[in-house]
């Protein structure tokens, strides 16, 4: 081999030595100021986060069907929603139904065609599941429901769609039976129940568990008004049974307006020594506790849209959330009972501010704990009382521990 060929290969070699050299840095590109730089690989990965998604929750945009505003109980629940979604720095587009079934499907057309990157989907009738399910299946666009929960036959069929993320929502035949069990044991004989449509999967249960355990206790429902839609509606509603039963001695209304229009008939018909028993806690029936017009009322169960959009988010960043089996998780929210001595802080805590702090929510998602699991969710479900919440205040600065004493938590 000549002298020059042998000088060709040697500085060939050098060359390929000198670019191993500069390859062989195992820790990590070096910044301008010499520091290593472990993370530069994996933040330029295909422009992806931590979670993998390619989305930080700031990128997002939501929808959210309101299915009639105006009525206080959905209003509430669109606050929070659009309250945890400022809180962790999402998108929103919140649609209103305006109290009518075709609409709500055309509403999700729109927020589909608006580009909104998952839905929480609030369903007011049994016939909207499948057909929602369907059409965000077609769009690829993720869902959750809130809320109102799907019968059986609805949650195998969400089941079933692998853009179904989960359901968190009341189990309505409990807050019905709650209030039953409860006038029942008060002696109470005789009962008319205001309530919503009869193919409300809310109202109906709401209402056929009042009758089941007042009945079960030795009373009889003497009379339902079915298909109240707003507070005037109730009111009318309330006026014809309180006329056509004037011995009634039990009224239980079905939501916050069907309380607050049925308090207005009971105040015209003198004659009717009726006890008042409502689920849902407006402000009206808050101010109703207070005075006693209204002997009980359950419900703050709207929580659930908090964690149905948390749980929809977990997932469009990267980190979906499954049950044992695999499944899209289905969580109930507690129902709760209000005992007068707190209406006060209730109105504080939950009427006029949010009873889970944005900081709190962050810790239900994926970009803020990496370790969030469905666990968790079922946890902080679980222990969802009036008490546990007035605590966190507590630990939160906003409440002393005398004024929890004074109402009697220790």
């Known amino acids: 081999m000549s002298k020059k060929i042998l000088r060709l290969v040697a500085m060939v070699l050098v060359i390929s030595m000198a670019f191993v050299a500069c390859g062989s840095n195992t820790t990590g590109d070096k ?6 730089n472990t993370d530069n690989k994996d933040n330029q990965d295909q422009g992806k986060d931590d979670n993998g998604s390619g989305k ?20 509430i629940m669109e606050n929070a929603f659009a309250e945890t979604c400022k809180g962790l720095g999402i998108q929103t587009m919140i649609v209103n139904d305006e109290g009518k079934v075709e609409k709500t499907v055309t ?24 057909v929602v399910s369907q059409k965000c299946e077609d769009a690829k666009v993720p869902f959750t429901v ?12 969400l089941k079933a769609n692998p853009y179904f993320k989960g359901a968190v929502a009341t189990r309505d035949i409990g807050t019905g039976r709650n209030m039953g069990e409860h006038a029942a044991s008060l002696g109470l004989k005789k009962a008319i129940i205001i309530t919503g449509k009869m193919a409300d999967p809310t109202h109906s249960a709401r209402t056929n568990g009042f009758k089941e355990t007042f009945e079960a206790g030795g009373g009889e429902v003497l009379d339902i008004a079915w298909d109240a839609s707003n507070l005037a509606d109730a009111t009318s509603k309330a006026n014809d049974l309180l006329t056509a039963h004037p011995d009634a001695d039990c009224v239980y209304a079905s939501n916050g307006d069907y309380g607050s229009g049925t308090m ?52 469009l960043l990267g980190h979906e959330l499954k049950d044992a089996d ?18 006060d802080l209730y109105d ?63």
């Open 56 to 75: 930080a929750a700031k990128d997002l945009k939501l929808g959210l069907n309101n299915f009639m505003k105006g009525i206080y109980s959905v209003d």
């Open 264 to 315: 207005q008939a009971l105040a015209q018909h003198t004659n009717v020594d009726a006890q008042l028993f409502v689920t849902d806690l407006d402000p009206d029936v808050l101010t109703g506790l207070q005075n006693g017009t209204i002997s009980a009322a359950n419900g703050a169960h709207w929580i659930n849209v908090n964690f149905a959009t948390t749980l929809l988010i977990n997932d």
């Open 107 to 130: 509403n999700v057309d729109n927020m589909i065609s608006a580009g909104v990157d998952g839905i929480v989907f609030f369903g007011i009738s049994e016939t909207l599941f499948p």
């Open 348 to 410: 504080k805590f939950w009427i006029k501010s949010q009873p889970f702090s944005a900081e709190e929510l962050k810790q239900f998602v994926v970009e803020w704990n990496e370790d969030v699991t469905l666990q968790d969710f079922e946890d902080v479900l679980a222990n969802y009382t009036v008490e546990t919440r007035l605590k966190q205040k507590e630990v939160e600065g906003l409440i002393t521990a005398d004024e929890l004493k004074a109402v009697g938590i220790e």
């Open 31 to 36: 910044d301008n100021n010499n520091n290593t």
């Open 146 to 157: 809130y809320d109102h929960m799907p019968s059986d036959e609805n949650l195998e069929i």
């Open 326 to 343: 695999g499944n899209a998780p289905i969580l109930v929210a507690p129902v709760m009972a209000l005992p007068s001595e707190m209406v």
